[in-house]
């Protein structure tokens, strides 16, 4: 990889909804970046449980990031490092939050090198406002009927109270 190519970095995720911690990575990614793909991955496992489907989730980050033109939305299915490959991102971004993130993050940031040589993982940390938020507590709060506005950007407020009644 040639220093004079475009930066693309991959931000992948289940994004059930995005969240502001979320945007907040991918909005960093962007100081270091030229462009940015942010990749809700596409499993079976996951289109079962989750809250929104894959391509609701697709078309929420969509409306969020509207006004970033450095930013594209797919879906993915797969491994990881053969999406990242197809779209000449070499570079993953993750946040991590806490201690307890590193663990998982350590071990997938060693298998995918693994994988593939020439990706490499950045880790960002969120404002420390968004350092307690996961989607998982988000949507926990929203079921539960608790206010969720100040974690979610305004168009996925809107559809969690349409899907939950938040
Ligand atoms: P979640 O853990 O919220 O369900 P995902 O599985 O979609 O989110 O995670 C995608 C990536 O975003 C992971 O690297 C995760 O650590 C990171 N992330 C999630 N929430 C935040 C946050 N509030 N601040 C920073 N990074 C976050």
Redesign the pocket.
Known sequence: MSRSQPVVAI??????PI?R??E??ARRTLRVADRLIVAVAHTATQAKRGLFTVEERVEMIREVFADEPDVEVEAFEGLLVDFARSRGAHFVV????AVS?FEY?FQMAQMNRELWDEIETLFL??DQH??F????LVREIARLGGDVSRFVSPTVLARLQARVGA
Do not use: K
């Open positions: 931000y992948p995720g289940s994004f059930d969240t911690g979320h907040d990575v993750r946040g991590l939050r993130d993050e940390t969120p968004y350092s938020l996961s989607a998982s």
